[in-house]
């Protein structure tokens, strides 16, 4: 960490904007290859049909694009543009991120008198924390950009992203806690402490998910995420046995539903074995990691269910789901709640002028939760101090969002019948 603060901050700058433009190549290739309407853009990629090889000074960043300029015919006038700028703005955004978490970040101090928690669960390195939390930022906002430029291009989401993704959240958050959001800053001997956002934020942890409550709690996240994954299909059309026995088909057909199940056997078996012998900040920050999942998952995947239900087609694309589930695991189930109801506002300005500009109805939902994310990252401060009083209710909340998603169905249960009526008026 000395080495790093060695450094002149200009220089620290100038070396994020090269790795960003570096990771913003890295987000091109992603965003053409592993779409579902591959393109041979990148100058990672082979050449197309018809067009010179590359060469090497193509795949350099933000400059090499002015050379590929010479493809139009083969790509559409200007297509090097939208990722030149990717390239330039992830660089640009990187160095932001690092000054703003490192350099400007504001503490959340605790209440007056507040004790600190049980000391496991605090660090006096904060120059460490914020660095690490701002690497744990970085990667989120680069996987982010990634399936939100595909999600923009066809209105999909691939897990080749957000599966890695998860992963690597639950990887941070397990390595080292304080990779996870704050949630208070305590003087104590001289001394300033960090605590870092646990499930039960603001609240003290719970003695009990040290030990059988909290490895079924990691279970039941785990096992949420591995049956999401998995191929389903269920259309009751024909009635609810066809359904069954086509859900089952299909599981039964698809390879990757054994691979799903190795990894969750793998899953299972891990937390087991982590449960008594990992550090009990470690242990509350992977548990933490994955009710994030659950969290951030759960909410999308019940708005999903509740509208495609209410209005007879498909409300909200899973890939929606899963891209939550990976942002939960980098923020938590409190952080990923504030998105759920930052994202819509983000999404209504898009709509209106989507509306205006194409007449479009239509739109990809997965960069304005990515929106919502970033911007609940950078703001968290004030976002926190905002709504720790609703998050110490505890257990309640969950009960509050059932309540908001049982009136949700109502309104729109109203809104369906109004719009139906008006149709046929």
């Known amino acids: 960490m000395d080495f790093i603060l060695a450094i002149p901050l200009p220089v620290r700058l100038l070396l994020l904007m090269i790795v960003g433009a570096t990771a913003g190549s890295a987000i091109n290739l992603a965003t053409y290859r592993l779409a579902w309407n591959q393109r041979r853009i990148s100058p990672w990629s082979a050449a197309p ?11 350099i960043p933000i400059y090499g694009w002015w050379g590929l300029a010479r493809e139009v015919h083969a790509h559409g006038p200007r297509f090097w543009l939208r990722p030149m700028l990717v390239e330039l703005g992830t660089g640009v955004a990187l160095a932001v991120l690092y000054t703003w978490e490192t350099q400007a970040a504001q503490r959340l101090w605790a209440p007056q008198g507040m004790l600190p928690p049980p000391p496991e669960f605090l660090t006096a390195n904060i120059a460490l924390a914020e660095h690490v939390r701002f690497l744990s930022h970085g990667l989120l906002l680069i996987l982010m950009l990634a399936a939100s430029l595909i999600d923009l291009d066809e209105k999909t989401i691939p897990d080749a992203i957000t599966v890695p993704g998860t992963l690597l959240g639950i990887a941070l958050a397990a390595v ?56 389903r299909r269920w259309n009751t059309r024909r009635g609810w046995g066809t359904a069954v026995r086509v859900f089952f088909h299909r599981l039964r057909a698809e390879r990757i539903t054994y691979v799903i ?60 789901v899963t891209l939550m589930a ?74 509050m969002i059932a309540i908001c998603l049982v009136l949700m169905a109502v309104m729109l249960g109203g809104y369906e019948i109004v719009r139906r009526r008006f149709e046929r008026g």
């Open 261 to 320: 199940l190795i990894g969750w056997i793998v899953g299972a078996v891990g937390l087991a074995l982590l449960a008594p012998a990992m550090p009990r900040e470690h242990w509350a920050a992977l548990v933490t990691a994955l009710v994030g999942l659950a969290g951030g998952a759960g909410v999308i995947w019940a708005v999903r269910l509740i509208g495609t239900y209410v209005l007879g087609r498909e409300a909200m694309g899973f890939g929606d």
């Open 49 to 59: 049909n018809g067009v010179p090889p590359r060469v090497w000074s193509d795949r």
């Open 176 to 231: 080292y806690p304080w990779s996870l959001l704050p949630a208070a800053h305590f003087t104590h001997g001289g001394q300033t402490l960090e605590e870092f956002l646990t499930l039960a934020s603001p609240n003290f942890w719970p003695p009990a998910l040290n030990f059988a409550e909290g490895m079924w709690l990691a279970l039941a996240c785990w096992s949420l995420w591995c049956f999401a994954l998995l191929p």
């Open 326 to 399: 990976m942002i939960g695991t980098f923020i938590g189930w409190q952080a990923s709640l504030i998105v759920f109801f930052v994202a819509p506002f983000f999404a209504i300005l898009f709509a209106v002028g989507n509306w205006v500009l194409h007449r479009e109805r239509e739109i990809p939902y997965g960069p304005f939760l990515c929106l919502g994310a970033m911007t609940v990252i950078v703001r968290w401060v004030s976002c926190w101090e905002s709504t720790a009083g609703v998050f110490e209710l505890g257990w309640f909340v969950p009960v």
